[in-house]
T-cell receptor, first 114, second 115 residues
């Protein structure tokens, strides 16, 4: 079963607006990662937040992590048409033989209109 | 160029045929894995490896075999293709210690159709 559940499934905004995507998960994690996938392409790593971190920034990206609620959010500020893609959260689960395995959510499809 | 290379990019198989999807990386990553991506299902882990000679099953391993004889290569074998294996397959690799802030590097995918 999927570890991450993403919300919303689809998001449509105008260029310049901010986009927020949410991810919830079920088990303890080492870290949580966000990936982008352009149509017909492979996934590209965007940002990683460790379980002991609460917020992280990278350019126009801001990620938060609330381990008590087992949830994360990805904020893209001042969106551009080029940000149109699917966005996936992925969790690296804690402990033992599961170390290093990523479990992905179903993704949020973001459309940014020029 | 450094990265993860998958071949072929497209493949059509008949039911019952076998084939091998190739994956190679030149970054000396210990961890390699195979995922399949189906519409509405996200990515699901098929098999993974934490080093040469070590493999383990993921969420959906049935119908697939893997081996890891070298650090660089991690082929995925379909033993007897079925229409349910129609999917896009991605190979991904990483340093095992992801605490170093490295995400996973993905290949560009193999689109497989089984008829």
């Amino acid at each position: 079963s999927q570890q991450g559940e993403e919300d919303p499934q689809a998001l449509s905004i105008q260029e310049g607006e901010n986009a927020t995507m949410n991810c919830s998960y079920k088990t303890s994690i080492n870290n949580l990662q966000w990936y982008r996938q352009n149509s017909g392409r492979g996934l590209v790593h965007l940002i990683l937040i460790r379980s002991n971190e609460r917020e992280k920034h990278s350019g126009r990206l801001r990620v938060t992590l609330d381990t008590s609620k087992k949830s994360s959010s990805l904020l893209i500020t001042a969106s551009r048409a080029a940000d149109t893609a699917s966005y996936f959260c992925a969790t690296d689960e804690s402990g033992g033989t599961s170390y290093g395995k990523l479990t992905f959510g179903q993704g949020t499809i973001l459309t940014v209109h020029p | 160029n450094a990265g993860v290379t998958q071949t072929p990019k497209f493949q059509v198989l008949k039911t019952g045929q076998s084939m091998t999807l190739q994956c190679a990386q030149d970054m000396n990553h210990e961890y390699m894995s195979w995922y399949r991506q189906d519409p509405g299902m996200g990515l699901r882990l098929i098999h993974y490896s934490v080093g040469a000679g070590i493999t383990d099953q993921g969420e959906v391993p049935n119908g697939y075999n893997v081996s890891r004889s070298t650090t660089e290569d991690f082929p995925l074998r379909l033993l007897s293709a079925a229409p349910s294996q129609t999917s896009v397959y991605f190979c991904a690799s990483s340093y095992l210690r992801t605490l170093e802030n490295y995400g996973y590097t993905f290949g560009s995918g193999t689109r497989l159709t089984v008829v």
